[in-house]
């Protein structure tokens, strides 16, 4: 993997992430929301694949810290999100990727898979992005 840890306001809150930038130093910015396992090396992938493709990508830690490879594990983790919490996350991730200086784009897009595609929905409803 290429990409870093970094830390991140939210509202209220600190929260961690997984940054992947490109080679060239800077593009358009993506967030890539976990599946319900959590901020597994899978989703840290993706990121480094988005940068190889000249994004900014930022994966943000939803469940701060915690990860799982047990399905019953996931479910748990899952069920007790804080849906404010993670929205005041969120937020945070979109604002992160637009100030950081390799970010060129005014907009930042985002993609989720299984629990993040549903999260994907929820923020660019709730942000109007």
Same mark, same amino acid.
């Given at each position: ?17 997984y940054?992947?930038t ?8 993506i967030?890539v ?9 899978h989703i %840290?992938?993706?990121?480094?694949? =988005?940068?190889?493709? @000249?994004?900014?990508? *930022?994966a ?5 810290g915690?990860s799982t ?11 007790a ?6 929205e ?8 992160f990727?637009?100030?950081h ?5 005014? %907009?930042?897009?985002?993609v989720? =898979?299984?629990?993040g @595609?549903?999260?994907s *929905? ?5 942000m109007?992005m």
């Amino acid at each position: 993997m290429t990409g870093q840890m970094v830390r991140f306001t939210s509202i209220g809150n600190d929260c961690e992430g997984y940054l992947a930038t490109p080679a060239s130093g800077h593009g358009p910015g993506i967030i890539v929301l976990q599946e319900w396992w959590g901020l597994v090396d899978h989703i %840290k992938k993706i990121c480094d694949r =988005f940068a190889e493709a @000249g994004f900014v990508a *930022l994966a943000p830690d939803l469940y701060h810290g915690e990860s799982t490879t047990h399905p019953d594990n996931a479910g748990r983790l899952m069920m007790a999100l804080n849906i404010e919490r993670t929205e005041s996350d969120l937020r945070g991730a979109v604002n992160f990727l637009l100030e950081h200086e390799a970010t060129t784009s005014s %907009k930042v897009g985002t993609v989720g =898979f299984c629990m993040g @595609g549903q999260l994907s *929905l929820m923020l660019r409803a709730r942000m109007k992005m």
